[in-house]
């Protein structure tokens, strides 16, 4: 069993930045990718970016290209994501999610646990 806790969401103004953490805990091999998603209301799940499991290569979607950055503490089991330049179109809440294959996929179907979520709000 896997614990995935999110934090640091809230809300800023456009233009401003956020950092969230995703903390995993529980029984699982040390190698995994992680990934972040967020889902607006009424909206599919987006694919965010992902970080394998050596913290060395990262993957975004094409709508965070730029102005996200992944990153991951391995000794710690925590994943960042630091989100500079924020536009109301990014309202959301943000999801991390562990894939215990050591692919790094954007498909939220290859994704073994998910956390609970943190609602991101920026206003205009």
């Known amino acids: 069993q896997v614990q995935l806790v999110e934090s640091g969401g809230g809300l800023v103004q456009a233009g401003g930045s956020l950092r969230l953490s995703c903390a995993a805990s529980?029984?699982?091999?040390?190698?995994?990718?992680m990934g972040w998603f967020r889902q607006a209301p009424g909206k599919e799940r987006e694919f965010v970016g992902a970080?394998?499991?050596?913290?060395?290569?990262?993957l975004y979607g094409d709508s965070v290209k730029g102005r996200f950055t992944i990153s991951r503490d391995i000794a710690n089991n925590t994943m960042y994501l630091q989100m500079n330049s924020l536009k109301p179109v990014d309202t959301a809440v943000y999801y991390c999610a562990v894939d215990f294959s050591l692919r790094l996929t954007p498909n939220r179907y290859d994704y073994d646990y998910w956390g609970q979520g943190t609602q991101v709000t920026v206003s205009s």
């Open positions: 970080i394998n499991w050596t913290g060395r290569s990262t």
């Open positions: 529980g029984r699982f091999i040390s190698s995994y990718g």
